[in-house]
Each structure stands twice: as structure tokens, then as C-alpha cells.
């Protein structure tokens, strides 16, 4: 009867998330940890706020999240790469972008919940920027779930830090990470051509959504502004859309990435949520 339960559930997903909210089993997520992934400062806001702020400095967050479902592992998001905490003077992935540090690396704070990285079933980036797939090669034998066109796009560089051989499940579109509805991979190109980001449900706290870089801070969000170097204005507007239309059909909190100040008023790791 669970199984069947199971399939029922797997084919209401498969309508869509235009359909009513699927009710989710009572063996889905048990646990979400945010991890320290990097800390962030930048000299000028107006680069993610065009004509706003203009010099302000900036302090950003940078967190993983690691999913513990009845069926594996899923983290969200690498982070800078682990040997910034070695980097007194800190990490730049360009001109203008944050000076990141790291305080504690990926690889302790899973060891802080009783884990390894041969633990992790899953590995699912938001988007293939330094700062978000930093330790991605931390995980070779996990596999990557990544929309194609941002697998392919990572490439073009020539300067991916996704190695040839990892083994990768390229998406088209939402993906229904463990079949019940609880772990939702969600479309939502511009900041890069294949960004998502991630609905989760929480037994006690609820439906969240994990924005990765389709909204960088609440002022960004509250305000529909879209950073100069995103690669689709149009796109990141509509993604911001969809978001709060999920966030609305699900009564679903928003949990910015980079929102400093959000991210100071949440448990971390080894703290969770249920």
C-alpha cells in the first residue's frame, strides 16, 4: 500500500506544480541542514542593484544545504571551494564580485553530522557559478543533478570545475528528486542560461524554497530587481514570478542564499530542520 501510495504521488507530480500541492508522505525529508559555505564581502551593492546603492559595501552569505530524505542524501550547492580557508586574504571569482573566506570547510561540517562525502547520494547546484560549485569535485561518485543547458554552458569556458568523467543526470526542466514530491528541482533560468532552485517539504516547518542566485537579497526580491550580469533580464523576472507563485500555492518560506541577514537568524549545522 505505501508503494502504491508512492506512485500516486510520483504521477500527481508529473501533472505539474499548476495542480494542487501534493500531499507528501510521512517517510519524505526528515532533516535540512544549512552548512557555512562562505562569507562574502562586496564594495559595491549596485552590482546586483543596478542605480541602487551605488558604493555601499556589502556582507553576503554563502550556504549549502544538506537534504537528509528517507531515501538518500541530497546538497544542495558546493560552495567556494574548501581551500579558501586556507587563503588568508580570500577568494575572488572576478573583478567587482565578493572577497569570499571560509571558516569551517564543507568537508568538516559534514563530519560534524556524522557523514562523508561517499554518504551523499545526490549533489544538485543551483548554477555553476565559483561560489556556488567551489567543492562539487568533493563528490565524484554522487550524482550531479544539473539542467542540461547549464551543464553545457559550464563548458564552453573551457573552465568548468564539473570534471568530464562525474556522473551527471542532465534535466530539461522540474525534476522530482526522490519520487514523492518532497524534493523538488525547479527551472529558473537568467541570473545563468539553466539556474533552479529547489522546493522542499518539512515535516514541521513546512514548504521552503531555496533560491540559489535567482534573488541574491530581500531588497533584490521585494523590488523585482535583476543584476546587471545576469544573462536574461526577461528570464530572471519571470523566475522571480514563478517563485512567488509557488511560494503562494504552497504557503512556502523564501530562503535567499545570500541574504546575509536571513541567513545570521537561521539554525546552521550541526542545528536542522525538521
Keep these: 500500500m505505501r508503494w502504491t501510495a508512492w506512485v500516486v504521488a510520483a504521477v500527481v507530480v508529473g501533472i505539474g506544480l499548476s495542480s494542487s500541492p501534493v500531499r507528501p ?7 535540512l541542514y544549512i552548512f ?36 538518500g542524501y541530497l546538497l544542495w550547492d558546493t560552495g567556494v571551494p574548501d581551500e579558501v580557508a586556507t587563503m588568508p586574504n580570500g577568494f575572488s571569482g572576478s573583478p567587482g564580485s565578493p572577497v569570499w573566506h571560509r571558516s569551517r570547510t564543507l568537508a568538516a561540517q559534514l563530519t560534524g553530522v556524522g557523514l562523508t562525502p561517499a554518504n551523499i547520494d545526490y549533489v544538485a547546484i543551483s ?3 565559483p561560489d556556488h560549485v567551489g567543492n562539487v569535485e568533493l563528490f565524484p561518485q554522487s550524482t550531479l543533478l544539473i539542467q542540461k543547458a547549464e551543464y553545457d554552458w559550464s563548458f564552453q569556458s573551457g573552465k568548468s570545475r564539473i570534471a568530464a568523467s562525474h556522473p551527471v543526470q542532465k ?32 515535516p514541521k516547518t513546512g514548504w521552503v524554497i531555496l533560491s540559489g542566485d535567482a534573488v ?25 514570478q514563478r517563485l512567488a507563485d509557488v511560494m503562494k500555492q504552497y504557503n512556502a518560506q523564501l530562503w535567499i542564499n545570500h541574504d546575509k541577514i536571513q541567513s545570521d537568524q537561521q539554525r546552521h549545522a550541526p542545528e536542522y530542520y525538521e
Design 216 to 240: 541574491h537579497f530581500k531588497d533584490n526580491w521585494d523590488n523585482r530587481r535583476v543584476p546587471a550580469n545576469n544573462v536574461d533580464k526577461d528570464q530572471t523576472l519571470a523566475s522571480m
Design 25 to 31: 508522505q510521512s517517510a519524505g525529508v526528515q532533516r
Design 171 to 202: 534535466l530539461k526542466g522540474d525534476h522530482d528528486v526522490f519520487g514523492d514530491g518532497t524534493v523538488m528541482i525547479l527551472s529558473t533560468p537568467g541570473h545563468t542560461p539553466g539556474h533552479q532552485s529547489l522546493l522542499v517539504h518539512l
Design 127 to 129: 548554477h555553476t557559478h
Design 36 to 71: 557555512d559555505c562562505g562569507e562574502g564581502h562586496a564594495a559595491d551593492q549596485s552590482r546586483w542593484s543596478p542605480g541602487v546603492n551605488v558604493g555601499k559595501p556589502l556582507d553576503v552569505s554563502g550556504n549549502c544545504y544538506l537534504i537528509h530524505h528517507a531515501r
